[in-house]
Nanobody, 126 residues
């Protein structure tokens, strides 16, 4: 079956950086767009970033644009989220997700993703 396993979360101070990883198994990783979402305590899950199947298209939430970078390494079946200049408001559980359909440029909509990881917690202290 398809599995997504996130790693790289932790407790950091404001201004620090973290890199999240999401390893995918059980499907042809290179054919599918990937996304990162997050859910803060007491809030709805929200879109963070997406990358298309080719790796040439990306999109970001306005709140992270210029600070976060999504990338993928198809040789490792892994998608990354480089997070720089972290802020306390970035505190959340971060989830990676795999697109429902092949060969797409990525989406901001959670409903477009079929498989989800278990999440990795990021806590940013002020």
């Amino acid at each position: 079956q398809v599995q997504l396993v996130e790693s790289g979360g932790g407790l950091v101070q404001a201004g620090d950086s973290l890199r999240l990883s999401c390893a995918v198994s059980g499907r042809t990783f290179s054919s599918y767009a990937m996304g990162w979402f997050r859910q803060a305590p007491g809030k709805e899950r929200e879109f963070v970033a997406t990358i298309g199947w080719l790796g040439t298209t990306t999109a970001y939430a306005n709140s992270v644009k210029g600070r976060f970078t999504i990338s993928r390494d198809n040789s490792k079946n892994t998608v990354y989220l480089q997070m720089n200049s972290l802020k306390p408001e970035d505190t959340a559980v971060y989830y990676c997700a795999a697109d429902r359909w092949e060969l797409r440029p990525g989406s901001r909509e959670a409903a477009e993703y079929e498989y989800w990881g278990q999440g990795t917690r990021v806590t940013v202290s002020s």
